[in-house]
């Protein structure tokens, strides 16, 4: 492992670049390598078995491109952090989310919208538990607003449904408890990417975003660890998928990431 290898980050597909957005800009002189598994998204619909083979057959494969950390840029995967192997330290998106809800409430409900998967395995409830009995989240699972986003979300109208889908039942259930529900976690890495819509339609909520908490702890580990890149030779991000290359293409566009090469790539299973 050297201080110079690229931070590896995972996701099923474009989710993890709202991530990989946040380290560069806030870590531009780390190298950083990223593996989307287009071709087996959504993820959020397998069962957790699958996920974790797949997730340690990706973490494997990018320990063995020299990546000096794992980040699971996928909520997803996430919530199965204590089932996955790595020889190298693994940071979990949930992690940082529970981090970013901790830093704006301190007591009372926060609506959490997330994969089948990520609200199934209760990841979220059980990383908030560990700090705290007075927050709690009023999750709910969307089977589709992951994929309308990796898609291109090229039909606005589809687009608001799937998320008023996925947010309204939080808001109603909130309101039955006497609740009015103020912050609103975006526990997939795909929602950001429709941020601004999703506050366009709740200009009220607060759109709480995992990413910006991965950051602060992956900032903490390297300098704990004194383990910053400090090779003078220009950084760069790789980026490999399974699948999709178009739809990669143009979110790193979009998004104005920044790429040295994007490759299709196989995962050895
Ligand atoms: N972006 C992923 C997450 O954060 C998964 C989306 C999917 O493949 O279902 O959970």
Redesign the pocket.
């Known amino acids: 492992m050297e201080k110079s290898g690229p931070i590896g980050l995972i996701?099923?597909?474009i989710?993890?670049f709202t991530v990989l957005k946040e380290l560069q800009m806030r870590l531009p002189n780390e190298n950083y390598l990223y593996f989307g598994d287009s071709k087996r998204?959504?993820?959020?619909?397998r069962e957790n078995d699958e996920l974790i083979f797949l997730g340690n057959a990706i973490i494997k494969e990018l320990e063995a491109q020299g990546v000096k950390a794992v980040v699971l840029a996928?909520?997803?995967l996430s919530s199965l952090t204590s089932d996955l192997t790595s020889r190298v330290p693994l940071f979990s998106?949930i992690e940082a989310g529970v981090q970013e809800t901790l830093a704006c409430k301190d007591r009372g409900m926060v609506g959490l919208i997330?994969?089948i998967a990520?609200v199934k395995n209760r990841g979220y409830e059980r990383e908030l538990l560990l700090w705290t009995k007075d927050v709690q989240y009023i999750a709910q699972g969307t089977h589709t607003l992951?994929?309308v986003i990796n898609d291109g979300q090229k039909n606005l109208k589809i687009l608001k449904n799937n998320i008023r889908e996925a947010v309204e039942p939080i808001l109603l259930r909130g309101a039955k408890k006497g609740m009015m529900i103020e912050d609103l976690l975006l526990g997939?890495?795909?929602f950001p990417i429709v941020e601004g819509t999703i506050k366009q339609m709740y200009p009220d909520l607060n759109l709480i975003n995992p990413a910006d908490g991965l950051v602060r702890l992956m900032e903490k580990h390297l300098r704990e660890n004194d383990y910053f890149n400090n090779e003078k030779s220009p950084c760069t991000t790789q980026i490999l998928t399974t699948g999709d290359f178009e739809i990669f293409e143009n979110m790193i566009n979009e998004l104005e990431l920044n790429c040295a090469s994007l490759k299709m790539t196989e995962l050895e299973i």
């Open positions: 996701d099923s597909g989710g993890g998204m959504p993820y959020g619909e996928c909520n997803t998106v997330a994969t990520t992951g994929k997939c890495t795909h």
